[in-house]
Nanobody
């Protein structure tokens, strides 16, 4: 089971980025997928999660209304559309998978973390 995040970069405040999470080695439609982020010197924190069907999504309060998570089970992909970016969104973004129907904000419930992708928002 492997996940790979991509799509990060350098953007000015107010700009947008779309992150992608590609999955391999698992029946993707059996898994909830979440995005977490980790800024320098801070713990990895929850950003958003989506259920295996895509019917349920949960967002951190800090990104609600600005970020949107979606998935394409046919192509084993999950996306995070990030709009109205702020300097405080600067972090390495990771995607993780959790087998089962439930969605949760709890980091320990997710695994198969791959390498993250750096997002830097300049002011």
């Amino acid at each position: 089971v492997q996940l790979q995040a991509s799509g990060g970069g350098l953007v000015q405040a107010g700009g947008s980025l779309r992150l992608s999470c590609a999955a391999s080695g698992l029946t993707f439609s059996y898994y909830a997928v979440a995005w977490f982020r980790q800024a320098p010197g801070k713990e990895r924190e929850f950003v958003a999660t989506i259920s295996w069907s895509g019917g349920t999504t949960i967002y951190a309060d800090s990104v609600k209304g600005r970020f949107s998570i979606s998935r394409d089970n046919a192509n084993n992909m999950v996306y995070l559309q990030m709009n109205s970016l702020k300097p405080e969104d600067t972090a390495v973004y990771y995607c993780g998978a959790r087998r089962g129907a439930a969605v949760t904000r709890t980091r320990s419930e997710y695994g198969s973390w791959g390498q993250g992708t750096q997002v830097t928002v300049s002011s």
